[in-house]
């Protein structure tokens, strides 16, 4: 399978110390899945609650956006009841719901999918960043205030990930060289006998 992307976020926590470890999800999917399902080989983007199943529908150069919908719809009906035994076997093994998406052209298409609730606290400039998207109508609520705020980051995340991940590297490139120039018995304790008075 092309991609097995764990989602953003840190592994672990109590509620989620007893989750099957789904490293392999990706793989398994792809031995189980009909090999004419899809024009590549499909990817699949996990996280705590979910694996994301997305294929990509071979579609002809002329087709309209139109045809390509009408192509989606119709992998979702035909393949309803065989995705379904899929995602119940993938459950039973990796402890988590499968949802499923197609992409046509350019555009990605997510079927239905799991919306978790998320609980947080906010200080008072963060929760009027939200109310002035909501005050400005680009929200309905708080809780969709913040849903939005996390899809704009999701549309940055490649960028901004692959920046961190630059500045991650040079931090850890400083370090070892600050190791690596340290002489051995550089870092000496004091003897008792050149500690301060007041701490012998």
């Keep these: 399978m092309r991609g097995s992307r764990r989602g953003p976020g840190r592994p672990g926590g109590w509620q989620h110390a007893n989750l099957p470890d789904a490293s392999d999800a990706g793989d398994w999917l792809a031995g ?4 004419d399902w899809f024009a590549t080989s499909p990817e699949a983007t996990i996280d705590r609650e979910e694996i994301l199943v997305i294929g990509t529908l071979p579609v002809p150069d002329e087709s309209s956006q139109a045809a390509g919908e009408g192509r989606a719809a119709r992998f979702r009906e035909a393949t309803r009841s065989e995705r379904m035994q899929i995602a119940d076997e993938a459950e039973d093994r990796y402890g988590r719901k499968v949802a499923w998406g197609v992409r046509v052209g350019d555009e990605r298409i997510i ?13 008072q400039p963060e929760r ?8 400005a109508g680009v929200a309905r609520s708080r809780s969709d205030a913040l849903a939005w705020c996390v899809r704009l980051v999701g ?3 490649d960028e901004w990930l692959a920046k961190l991940r630059e500045a991650m590297a040079n931090v850890n490139d ?3 060289s600050n190791l690596g120039s340290a002489r ?10 050149r500690r301060p008075a007041h701490a012998r």
Aim: charged share 15%.
């Design 155 to 157: 549309e940055h995340t």
């Design 32 to 35: 189980r899945l009909p090999a």
């Design 174 to 176: 400083v370090r070892l």
């Design 128 to 135: 009027q960043v939200l109310d002035t998207l909501v005050d």
């Design 111 to 123: 079927f239905t999918h799991l919306a978790v609730p998320v609980m947080t606290r906010l200080r």
């Design 184 to 193: 051995p018995g550089s870092f000496i304790h004091a003897s008792p006998s």
